[in-house]
């Protein structure tokens, strides 16, 4: 399984980042609104993407803007209780902050989020993968990795370290979205057990280093809970980008649409609402963001 592929420079790269079920709603939103203003941003070199963007990411290369947005109007029925997929997001935030607080760098936090995860996986009832990836299947296009050059992001859960799963990695696409979406208990791939990509970097926007302009749509609008020392927050991925000479663009949430994501990332229920204010602000952007674009 290889999991660190090298990328092929080019003039465009997309990076999509994480920001659970109202996060994908929104990115699909603002790529829709893009569209429907006459700008196609699903056309570019590389795209990259963590967490609900990995969804997104090979949402894009295989259906229209216009239909995942039809798509994200559609309220969806909450899981049933008992036995969720997720623990609640307070829940996991809690579990986030104390390991953020014990950890004494980036690497640090990413090792003891995998063991924690780890354990999380040795208590539960050995159902979580099969269940998570027919869910994760059933929201892509296709069952086969896209053409163009998508990245997936991920953090192996037993060394912490980084990964990223692109159609030359020998993984199934369905696996490689559910390692990055996998932020509660771990997802396993040929013998491995993985974590969510946004435990690599926020939105993982380095991963486009090279290209010459590169956008970046954010749910979580660039925060960070990490220490900014660590340099995990987005601000920081920027100015390496631009330090290395690429031009770099950042879309966010409007303040109106805050509200939808952080503890309520994960409502089915107000992802119509995401999908609405990410295509509001896509129409609204779209001849400054083409003009970067193009």
């Known amino acids: 399984m290889h999991t660190t592929p090298t990328p092929v420079r080019g003039s465009r790269a997309l990076v999509l980042g994480g920001g659970g079920s109202t996060g994908n709603a929104w990115l699909v939103g603002v790529v829709a609104g893009l569209a429907d203003a006459g700008l196609d941003v699903t056309d570019a070199d590389r795209t990259i993407g963590t967490s609900a963007g990995s ?26 209780r008992p036995a969720p997929l997720h623990r609640p997001v307070t829940s996991q935030l809690d579990r986030f902050r104390a390991v953020i607080a014990a950890s004494a760098d980036a690497a640090d936090m990413r090792r003891r989020m995998g063991a924690a995860a780890l354990e999380l996986e040795a208590a539960s009832d050995g159902s979580w993968p099969a269940r998570w990836r027919a869910i994760v299947a059933a929201r892509l296009p296709s069952a086969e990795w896209p053409p163009n050059d998508v990245a997936i992001t991920a953090v192996d859960a ?5 990964v990223v799963f692109d159609r030359t990695s020998g993984v199934d696409v369905a696996d490689a979205v559910a390692a990055s979406c996998s932020s509660g208990l771990p997802y396993p791939i040929g013998g491995r057990w993985f974590i ?6 926020n939105e993982n926007a380095d991963l486009a280093a090279g ?8 749910p979580f609008s660039g925060r960070t809970m990490h220490p900014l020392g660590w340099g995990m927050q987005l601000a920081a991925q920027v100015d390496e980008l631009r330090t290395a000479g690429s031009r770099v663009e950042t879309v966010f949430p409007t303040d109106a649409d805050e509200h939808l994501f952080g503890p309520n990332a994960m409502d089915p229920s107000l992802r119509p609402d995401a999908a609405q204010g990410g295509h509001a602000l896509g129409t609204a952007v779209a001849e400054h963001v083409a003009a970067f674009w193009r």
């Open 211 to 218: 290209y010459e302009r590169v956008l970046v749509l954010s």
């Open 196 to 201: 969510d990509g946004g435990y690599r970097r």
């Open 158 to 162: 037993s060394t912490g370290e980084g």
């Open 55 to 80: 969804t997104a990411a090979v949402q894009f290369a295989g259906a229209a803007p216009s239909d995942l947005f039809d798509q994200a109007l559609t309220v969806v029925p909450a899981p049933p």
